[in-house]
């Protein structure tokens, strides 16, 4: 089973509007933390926002905020008044375990691509 | 200086070169890792190092070797490239201490194999 689920490979939104990008995920483990990527067109990968798993209020990083709800093990990334610059590929991410303590890396979802139209 | 930096960034080889992809990092990180993208399939871990001494297998280890010639070096071998070996190899780093586990991407080395 996959363990992060981005379900939806490319949206089109208007600027101005805000922007739901789904994440779920899967793992036993209680400690696990999450992580959102903007990967634009140049290519480069660029940390957005981070959640862990024991975080009582949902992240947020100027525009971009996460709606974590843990019980149903998803991860969401709402973008408010989109731009154009917003427009590029978008991972979700998760590191189980503290970090500390061996962890491996993370693991990836497989993208969604975000076009924003003026 | 970027944090992390990656060479060559791109770079076109035939079937059965050996490639290397290196990378260096500024931050003074333990932990340094090689991922790769893949249309459609998100990144992928080939391998992720520790320290000097402990290098670990990754999801996708096959086909690949990995050198950590010293803490701020991390470097990835294709022995005998073959055209499913295409791709863009991102090398990352972490703190590895009790913080979020953020990795620090390279800009990517863009391979392709003919």
């Known amino acids: 089973a996959q363990k992060i689920t981005q379900t939806q490979p490319g949206m089109f939104v208007q600027e101005k509007e805000a922007v739901t990008l789904d994440c779920t995920y899967d793992?036993?483990?209680?400690?696990?933390?999450l992580f959102w990527y903007k990967q634009p067109s140049s290519g480069e990968m660029i940390f957005l926002i981070y959640?862990?798993?024991?975080?009582?209020q949902n992240a947020t990083e100027g525009r971009y905020s996460l709606n974590f709800q843990k019980a149903r093990k998803s991860a969401n990334l709402v973008i408010s008044a989109s731009q154009l610059g917003d427009s590029a590929m978008y991972f979700c991410?998760?590191?189980?375990?503290?970090?500390?303590?061996?962890?491996?890396?993370?693991?990836f979802g497989k993208g969604t691509h975000l076009i924003i139209q003026p | 200086d970027a944090d992390v930096t990656q060479t060559p960034r791109n770079r076109i080889t035939k079937t059965g070169k050996r490639i290397m992809l290196e990378c260096s990092q500024t931050?003074?990180?333990?932990?340094m890792y090689w991922y790769r993208q893949d249309p459609g399939l998100g990144l992928r871990l080939i391998y992720y190092?520790?320290?000097?001494?402990?290098?670990n297998k990754g999801e996708i280890s096959d086909g690949y070797s990995v050198s950590r010639q010293a803490q701020a070096k991390f470097s990835l071998s294709l022995e005998s490239a073959i055209p499913n070996q295409t791709a863009l190899y991102f090398c990352?780093?972490?703190?590895?201490?009790?913080?979020?586990?953020?990795?620090?991407f390279g800009e990517g080395s863009r391979l392709t194999v003919l």
């Open positions: 990352a780093i972490s703190s590895g201490s009790m913080n979020t586990g953020e990795l620090f």
């Open positions: 793992t036993s483990d209680p400690s696990y933390g």
């Open positions: 959640q862990g798993s024991y975080d009582q």
């Open positions: 991410a998760m590191r189980e375990g503290w970090s500390g303590g061996g962890a491996d890396g993370l693991t």
């Open positions: 931050k003074g990180h333990d932990r």
């Open positions: 190092s520790f320290d000097v001494k402990d290098i």
